[in-house]
């Protein structure tokens, strides 16, 4: 069974360490070496000076600096948090996401409480161990889906309206929204809600690998609890969008050579998304025009398309992108790919598989920096 419980939050005193626009930053691992510097230079409390420091085994007496100087505070009591993300997603049409944050029971996978979906690697993780070692903090959410009909987290939302979220940051065009909810009543509503429910993860495999890690190797009831923001399947706010490749060399087709020629790109592509989810299916763009392949495998379209291998790949939500690299001499072939159902991934995830790389785009990302889980 799914155990979620209210946690005792550490958040940044603004009044200390300055506005939070200049304090928060995406997850670690988005951010490359230019864009770490420059979040850096915004405050000298971002939170990549945690999230990505130098050496590992400093964060630990960086952010035990930051609560003695009042940079950050405790909650006196623990509470969960509704979280609210407005943003305009890859195909222009705006959205909002809701969810709550709140401290989950790790899980060794086998016991299929919580679902992976893709594979991890050993590097990530061994850093993040590192981290958590020395902070015993959880810097960062995962994300986690649940399915809920019933939507138990109307009753966090209720908690929220009608009142000024007590978190309120935009970054990279994404407005994130969080209010502090500790109502009892709404608190056992989620609670015995989800006890029942298995839980996906959508983003994060690392860091809840390395939370079981950890915990295997601390052995104590506080490390036995990681952190998440949780969204509903059903919410109207949440969607996977989908993850194009492009290839700058051409790769070896084998059962996506062939296909039936399709002259308008654009009606092509709009054939494509309307298209049943029954068989897999896809549009190759070359030089010589566009093809649409439909493969009468039970698979999904993101297997059919990793048999073509990763050499020389790489991977855009926009498609126009795609066929202009192909267009402009810079790739060879682009694969335009339709977003997996959100059915398909839990399926999956169920049977014990995993799906290849970049199978899934999850937008927006959550944001760091606005909420931190002390163990």
């Given at each position: ?11 940044f ?14 997850p ?9 510097l420059?979040y850096?230079?915004?405050?000298p409390?971002?939170?990549v000076n945690l ?5 590992e085994s400093?964060?630990?007496?960086l952010?035990?600096?930051w609560?003695e ?5 405790r ?9 609210e993300?407005?943003?305009?997603g ?5 959205r909002t ?6 401290s989950v ?9 919580v ?8 590097g990530?993780k061994e850093?993040?161990?590192r981290l ?10 995962i ?10 987290e109307?009753a966090?939302?209720?908690q929220?309206?009608g009142?000024e979220?007590?978190?309120?940051a935009?970054?990279?065009?994404v407005r ?5 909810v500790?109502d009892?009543a ?15 993860i959508a983003?994060?495999h ?9 915990h295997?190797q601390d052995?104590t009831?506080?490390s036995?609890?990681t ?6 399947t ?8 989908p ?9 070896a ?5 062939g ?5 308008d ?6 054939e ?15 030089a010589?025009g ?8 039970p ?16 991977y ?7 066929v202009?690299a ?6 060879k072939l682009?694969?335009l790919?339709r977003?997996?159902r ?10 014990g ?8 785009y ?7 920096g606005?909420?931190?889980f002390p163990?």
């Open positions: 069974m799914a155990v979620i419980r209210p946690f005792r939050a550490l958040t005193d603004t009044g200390v360490a300055g506005a939070l626009a200049q304090l928060v930053a995406p670690y691992d988005v951010i490359g070496p230019e864009e770490r420059a850096r230079a915004r405050n409390h971002n939170i999230t990505l420091p130098e050496d400093e964060s630990g007496p952010l035990a600096a609560c100087q009042g940079v950050m505070r909650d006196p009591e623990p509470a969960l948090w509704w979280l993300q407005a943003y305009v890859p195909d222009g049409r705006a996401r809701e969810g709550f944050l709140a029971k790790v899980e060794p996978y086998e016991k299929k409480v679902l992976p979906h893709e594979r991890t690697h050993a990530p850093s993040r161990l958590l070692g020395a902070t015993r903090t959880q810097l960062e959410p994300f986690l889906l649940y399915d809920d009909p019933e939507h138990c109307q966090l939302r209720e929220s309206a009142r979220p007590d978190l309120d935009e970054e990279l065009g994130s929204r969080l209010w502090r500790d009892e709404a608190l056992a509503r989620v609670r015995e809600a989800l006890a029942d429910t298995q839980l996906l983003d994060g690392h860091r809840y690998e390395t939370a079981l890690s950890f295997q052995g009831d506080a036995a609890f952190f998440a923001a949780l969204v509903n059903r919410g109207e706010g949440l969607a996977i969008f993850t194009h490749r492009v290839f700058a060399t051409a790769p087709l084998g059962t996506l050579a296909g039936e020629p399709r002259g790109l654009q009606a092509a592509v709009s494509l998304e309307g298209m049943s989810y029954e068989t897999p299916v896809v549009l190759v763009y070359e010589g566009a093809r649409l392949v439909i493969s009468a495998e698979i999904l379209d993101a297997e059919l398309v990793d048999r073509l291998g990763h050499e020389g790949i790489s855009t939500p926009d498609w126009k992108e795609a202009e192909v267009d402009s001499g810079a790739a682009a694969v790919m977003p997996p959100i059915e398909q991934v839990f399926a999956v995830a169920r049977e598989r995993v799906m290849p790389p970049k199978s899934t999850f937008y927006p990302k959550l944001l760091s606005l909420v931190l163990l």
